[in-house]
């Protein structure tokens, strides 16, 4: 479990391909603290670190076909800034909302509009998969804790204040760029409730 409030970006700086598996080495200052089996969010996708080279300060993490399909890991490069989170402590204070690192599906950013000091980015997804966002409600952009601003079908805004717009990976954001993106996890559990009630409904 995440808390969508990202440690630091990684730089990849290789992948490697083995049948439709892909291998992502990715450097950041922490990975000497990392263990084999770890838990962490990439762009807020979980993916298990399974090897670890603290003298270079890298990391290596597995995607199966299915990940890169539903994700933009489909997008990475060697050189690509990822925002990284360790899983939660238990012991630790709450600061973002729960992120369970099960991305929902990818959304395009539309368009970047300076405002003053802070950046608003607005994004449309496939509204076909019965997702959904409210204003006010939670989002996990890219594994980034966000406040939904505008909230329309399929589409939605948020908007990023300085530091945030520094230590993460929002700062290569343009439009077209491809994100992750994870709903509130108990605004799906509202949604999947509701739909089972009118379907018992029709039933009667």
């Not at 405002?115 to 980034?144: C, E, L």
């Not at 530091?163 to 509202?190: A, L, M, R, S």
């Amino acid at each position: 479990m995440f808390t969508g409030i990202v440690e630091k970006t990684g730089k990849i700086v290789k992948i490697e391909q083995e049948g439709s598996n892909f291998h992502f080495t990715i450097e950041v200052e922490f990975a000497e603290e990392l263990k084999i089996d770890q838990s962490m969010a990439h762009d807020g996708c979980c993916l298990t670190v399974v090897s670890v080279d603290p003298a270079k300060k890298q990391y290596v993490v597995t995607a199966m076909d299915e990940t890169m399909l539903k994700t933009n890991l489909k997008n990475w490069h060697v050189g690509y800034e990822v925002n990284l989170e360790r899983s939660m402590k238990m012991d630790g204070r709450f600061d973002g909302h729960i992120v369970q690192g099960h991305v929902d599906q990818t959304a395009t950013c539309d368009r970047v509009v300076d405002d003053n000091g802070s950046w608003r980015y607005y994004f449309n997804y496939d509204a076909s998969k019965n997702n959904f966002t409210v204003p006010k409600g939670s989002i996990s952009v890219n594994g980034v804790s966000l406040t939904v601003v505008d909230s329309e079908k399929g589409k939605f805004s948020v908007a990023i204040i300085p530091y945030t717009h520094k230590v993460t990976n929002f700062h290569n954001f343009k439009p077209g760029v491809v994100v992750n993106i994870e709903f509130d996890v108990f605004g799906k559990y509202v949604q999947r409730l509701l739909e089972q009630y009118f379907e018992g409904q029709k039933k009667q």
